[in-house]
């Protein structure tokens, strides 16, 4: 029997994609749904631990109802260097997502879509060439 925190038995955890960390250490990047008794939506959150499962971390908080990453796919959710993770945060005012970025340690989130009444579509990192 594995004991880690990626598997828990009230919660269903998705592994979305592994990165290296600032120290060059792999990690996974996790949304992690918990059932909420008498709810029929379970809360969503992301988080990141090692390889192994230790050092399991939530990088978002409980203050919106739902934080999803975009289905997985061939866009990656992290930055091309890693320095940045985008995710969609649920407002608890008018139930509809806008588009955040964060550190991958979870610190600095910023709102970068910010249109209240809307749903915010798909969000992809773009590549600028250099000159």
Known sequence: KIETPL??????????Q??????????????????????D?????????????????YL??????CYLLPPPSNISHLSPDYSLLFFYR???????????VMKPDGSNPVNISNTAGFNEGSAGWIVIPEN
């Open 90 to 100: 649920q407002d608890p005012i008018f139930d509809l997502e806008d588009i955040w």
């Open 7 to 16: 598997f828990d038995p009230i919660t269903v955890t998705y592994i979305y």
């Open 41 to 57: 939506t379970p809360m969503s959150r992301i988080a990141v631990s090692k390889i192994d499962g230790s050092d399991f971390t």
């Open 18 to 39: 592994v990165f290296p960390d600032e120290s060059g250490e792999l990690r996974l990047l996790l949304r992690r749904q918990e059932a909420i008794e008498s709810e």
């Open 60 to 65: 978002t908080d409980t203050s919106a109802r």
